[in-house]
Every structure is written in C-alpha cells, then in structure tokens.
Nanobody, 120 residues
C-alpha cells in the first residue's frame, strides 16, 4: 500500500509565506509526477503546480511567480513554497503522487489535505 501525507498548512496574513510538504511512503518503486491541487469552498479542485521526476514544472497562471514546487526524489517528498499569499489562495491543499509500486502497478494516490487560510 501507498500513503501520501501533507503538512505545513495554517493561518497567515496576506503577503506572508507558507511552505507545504508532502511525503509518499509504502510499496513504492518509483514516482513520476507529484502535484499540488487545491479546493476552495464551493469551487472545483484545481491544479496548482506539478513536477515530474526529472524536475520539469508546471504552474497555474494564478500562482506563477509566487509559488515554487520542488521535490526530493530520494525521500519521495514534494514541497510547495508559497509566497505573497492572497486571500484567494485560501483552500484545502492536496498532494498527489503518480506511483509505480514494487509490483509494477501504477496508480495516483492522494493525501488527506491541509488547510491554508489567508486572512487579516
């Protein structure tokens, strides 16, 4: 089995920063893409940023220049550095990992989410 666990959410004021972390562990052979999504109340879940194992990244237009995604392949960990946070960034942030297990089965695993609230 594979588990994905996020951490690092919290309450911050506009303009401040937060760093989210996500680790995948279990029966993992390799991880291709790791990504962060978010879901605000009453809205659909949306892609925030993604990163493949080689390091190429992709960002939503709304976070370009403010958020940075990075990963530590040795520890199956992905990070999201969020700077210049805005109230519109308030959401539950979810991590997912596109995993190939040691039994050569591929699947996308999701974490339970971590709340980010940006408010004065």
């Amino acid at each position: 089995q594979v588990q994905v666990v996020e951490s690092g959410g919290g309450l911050v004021q506009p303009g401040e920063s937060l760093r989210l972390s996500c680790v995948a562990f279990g029966n993992i052979f390799s991880i291709n893409t790791m990504a962060w999504y978010r879901q605000a109340p009453g809205k659909q879940r949306e892609l925030v940023a993604s990163i493949i194992s080689g390091g190429s990244t992709n960002y939503a237009d709304s976070v370009k220049g403010r958020f940075t995604i990075s990963r530590d392949n040795n520890n199956n960990t992905v990070y999201l550095q969020m700077n210049s946070l805005k109230p519109d960034d308030t959401a539950v942030y979810y991590c997912n990992a596109d995993v190939e297990t040691k039994y050569y089965e591929s699947a996308v695993y999701w974490g339970q989410g971590t709340q980010v609230t940006v408010s004065s």
